[in-house]
């Protein structure tokens, strides 16, 4: 659907001043629009999560452990597919926030994935510039992705930051000179935005912010000595369809319908998509491949095969 037949749409929850702003800038913030008891249950289960991770010295394929990690000292950077992990997150991606989706999507939406961040205050953390959809690309650009806060972000906690208007702007190449997948923008391209004028995003607890696959975006580091968390959650409209391999850290829940029913057409978006590596067979995350831990020359993912 275009903008325009999406705006045509009755809201559910956003404004529609909200929905023109994030067409017009590619993200949106609205501040403490979850409840403080959804936010509260989706902490319970979490910190379940980090009490697990003390008995584990290596990562798993939902736990993903950063350096230093030790029983005492916990350090978990990111839940993988926590819509896997416990109902109630699942419960959550299908609850306000698929409203919120279908409000910038149109009626139909499907699931893409979540992931928990977890941003540590030893400055390795920071999450460097670039745009979502090259990680998965869509025959249109209707997809987006929502991060929750589980507690107050101040400017100094690492908040998310966003290029206004980067998503009208060109899709830009996620490897380096040398073929490694580095899950970020080259320099080169970097020097060509605005930078300055990015628009950094703190809110209070169960405030949200949105943004679109094709915004540039990235976070400084925190200075909150107990990591900033921030549940992630990417939907695509019914009618973008995923034409690389999924990743293997998608959980059972990817490609199903949060709101309305599957599209009887294709929408097709002319700009053209660099095409990833394929990692059907194993996805770290954005901070292993931006650290540069994960670092083979990778290959880009043929297309859709059937497995052995
Ligand atoms: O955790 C963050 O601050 C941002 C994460 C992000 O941009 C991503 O995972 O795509």
């Not at 949200?208 to 939907?235: C, D, E, F, M």
Request: include cysteine; aromatic fraction near 10%.
């Amino acid at each position: 659907m275009t903008p325009d037949a999406i705006l045509a749409c009755a809201p559910r929850v956003l404004t529609q001043d909200q929905r023109e702003s994030y067409f017009e800038n590619g993200y949106l913030l609205v501040e403490s629009v979850i409840p403080d008891d959804v936010i509260d249950g989706i902490n319970a289960v979490t910190a379940a999560m980090v009490e697990r991770s003390r008995a584990m010295t290596a990562s798993d394929d939902h736990i993903d452990i950063g350096p230093g990690h030790c029983a005492d000292h916990p350090i978990v950077r990111r839940l993988t597919a926590p819509d896997a992990m416990d109902e109630t997150y699942w419960q959550f991606a299908n609850g306000i926030i698929a409203d919120i989706a279908a409000d910038l999507l149109g009626p139909d939406v499907t699931f893409n994935h979540s992931k928990l961040n977890f941003k540590w205050s030893d400055g390795r953390d920071a999450v460097k510039w670039h745009q979502d959809i090259p990680f998965y690309p869509h025959t249109n650009y209707n997809v987006l992705a929502i991060g929750t806060y589980l507690v107050d972000v101040a400017m100094e906690d690492g908040p998310l930051g966003v290029i206004p208007g980067s998503h009208k702007g060109p899709i830009f190449e996620h490897f380096d000179e040398r073929g490694i997948w580095t899950g970020a923008m080259r320099d080169g391209d970097i020097a060509t935005l605005a930078t300055d004028t990015a628009a950094y995003l703190p809110g209070p607890k169960g405030s949200i912010t949105i943004h679109h696959s094709r915004a540039v975006h990235g976070s400084k580091p925190t200075t909150q000595a107990n990591g900033r968390p921030l549940l992630i959650n990417a939907y695509a409209a019914a009618d973008a369809f995923p034409y690389t391999s999924p990743k293997s850290s998608y959980s059972h829940h990817y490609r199903d319908f949060v709101r309305g029913k599957p599209a009887t057409w294709a929408h097709h978006d002319p700009e053209p998509c660099p095409i990833p590596p394929d990692w059907s067979g194993g996805y770290t995350s954005i901070y292993a491949y931006q650290s540069g831990e994960d670092s083979k020359p990778t290959p880009r993912d043929p297309g859709v095969r059937l497995s052995a």
